[in-house]
């Protein structure tokens, strides 16, 4: 796949249109692509000075772990995402990034960031209005955690899944691609991996959404957005703000 037709392409493309310096900034960003396998973390929490990625192929979860040993997934991240870019600005990672399968990741320094930031300030703008709407992704998921029911919960994150994979290229019309196991969808919807299969169930047998063999089917788009309450206005996603 080529650079400018890559998701991070996509995704910063529904926020500024970029131009042709804009998109050489943004080659230079995949220079140093990486393989990391499953169960090997990107970053660690406590982790100092740790490197920013641009995750290009694979999913991998954002994730706390408790003094008890449970672990509290923040969010999923998908290709054309970026991952630690709090954590370098912070000096020391917060979280932990974990791969969910084996992923490709281009590495970014910060210094190439800042660099890329004062010759193409219109990447910088995109490159935050990004950051904003993940931001407000973890603020929809607390939403969820706090105030809507285990299948509203569930129904509502995989329709955002289904909305952000669309924008990078990478959701068919009506489905998806999704690695996700019933542990990790549990893990960052606060339920047991008991009750997420009994709510996909319902979800499956109401005629509302079908999840099997690692794809996601909307059988019934309208009542399964009714249902959740979802509503993409928080995702941003409605063409280039910036021409």
Known sequence: MSTQNSPLIRKLGAYVSLSDPELAVLEKFHQHRRTFVDKNDLVYEGQTDPSAYILAKGWVCSYKLL??????????????DFLGLRSVLFRTADHSIEPIKTVEASE???????????????????ILWAASADEAIVVER?????RRNATERVAHLLLELGA?????????EGSYECPLSQY???????????????????????????????????DNLEKLVELAGFDTAYLDYEGPMLK
Do not use: M, W, Y
Not at 108 to 126: N, Q, S
Not at 197 to 208: D, F, K, S, T
């Open 184 to 218: 990790l969808l549990a893990d960052a919807l606060g339920l047991s991996a008991i009750h997420i299969n009994r709510v996909l169930r319902q979800l499956r047998e109401e005629g509302l959404l079908t999840f099997r063999d690692g794809i996601v089917t909307f």
């Open 164 to 172: 952000r994979l669309k924008l990078v290229g990478l959701a068919k």
């Open 108 to 126: 970014v320094k910060i210094k190439d960031i800042f660099g890329a930031f004062e010759t193409c300030p219109r990447l910088a703008t995109a």
């Open 142 to 146: 607390l939403v969820s955690l706090g």
């Open 67 to 80: 003094r008890g040993g449970g672990r509290q997934i923040v969010d999923f991240q998908i290709p054309g």
